[in-house]
């Protein structure tokens, strides 16, 4: 069984958002849904989410870009995946340009010939 939602004040609702944005890079549409999550709707989640773009709390190509290198360098996902899921997030064509340039040529080849070259016992 669901508890009934808590009203939170404008206010409140900015200060949960700071916290949510600064402990780590977010999407507009993240921070929308997490908004709607608190029962902050309309003109209210507008101005906040404005609040938090004007503070840097919220930065689309900052997210797009450390996401990019993160998935790249950490899970070594190829840029197609990356560029799907970014926009599964609804970034920008911008800052999906922008979040390619992270992913060096040479470091993208390498990733590609590493985890594509047969191993040693399957060249038989």
């Known amino acids: 069984m669901q508890k009934p939602k808590k009203y939170i004040s404008q206010a409140e609702a ?3 958002l700071q916290r949510y944005c600064a ?15 608190l ?3 309309g003109d209210e989640l507008e101005e906040i989410i404005a609040e ?5 709390f919220l930065n689309e190509e900052r997210f797009a870009r450390s996401y990019a290198r993160g998935k790249f360098n ?3 996902w190829g840029r197609h995946r990356i560029k799907q899921e970014l926009k599964r997030r ?3 064509d911008y800052c999906l340009r922008k979040a390619m340039e992270e992913i060096e040529e040479t470091d993208y080849l390498n990733t590609c010939l ?6 040693p016992r399957d060249r038989g």
């Open 23 to 37: 402990y780590q890079d977010r999407c507009h549409s993240e921070v929308r849904s997490k908004l709607l999550d």
């Open 114 to 119: 590493l985890y594509t070259s047969p191993s």
């Open 74 to 76: 950490i899970k070594k």
């Open 14 to 16: 900015l200060q949960k």
């Open 52 to 56: 938090l773009i004007t503070d840097n």
């Open 39 to 41: 029962g902050i709707y």
């Open 90 to 92: 609804q970034i920008t």
